[in-house]
């Protein structure tokens, strides 16, 4: 599948966000002349095709209450890491849970897990949940404090 002209207008109309209405799908075919129902399928379409990648809601932590954000990172045995990390990231507190490759001598940890809790003694609990998960497996571990609010964005496309 390639972009023709009405998915290019799709993708640019929806590419900084769908408009925050109760019917977001309807809004963005209204303001380019289709039905809400057309935006799904094509949007839907270009997921199939992998086209886009995903369509998802990025939630401001810091807006929500959850002030004390830290990604955890931890050394886990090599032959459990992906098996643990899928268990760790199903945990409730844990927004995303990743495999990195070390860096050593300097970075040993090769498992990373977004922790979000509203004070830094809940987040060092849901840690202490990770390590009692992790066992026997996880050798070391840390958490990185945010210090920032980033601005996530994804690709851009321009209209010409």
């Not at 886009?52 to 459990?80: C, E, K, Q």
């Not at 992906?82 to 050593?104: A, K, M, T, W």
Request: hydrophobic residues 40%; neutral net charge.
């Amino acid at each position: 599948m390639s972009l023709d002209e009405l998915d290019r207008r799709i993708i640019h109309a929806t590419q900084a966000g769908l408009p925050l209405v109760h019917r977001p799908y309807e809004a963005v075919g209204a303001a380019l002349g289709i039905g809400g129902e057309q935006v799904r399928e094509r949007l839907q379409a270009m997921l199939d095709e992998g086209l886009i990648r995903r369509i998802g809601a990025v939630p401001n932590h810091y807006r929500l209450g959850f002030t004390a954000n830290g990604m955890s990172v931890w050394d886990v045995a090599d032959d459990r890491v992906d098996e643990l990390g899928e268990r760790i990231g199903q945990l409730p507190f844990v927004s995303h849970c990743y495999r990195r490759p070390r860096r050593q001598p300097v970075w040993p940890y090769n498992l990373f897990a977004m922790l979000h809790g509203r004070s830094r003694d809940e987040v060092e609990q849901q840690a202490q949940e990770v390590a009692a998960l992790l066992g026997g497996a996880c050798r070391a571990h840390d958490i990185l404090y945010s210090t920032a609010i980033l601005k996530k964005t994804g690709l851009r496309i321009s209209e010409s």
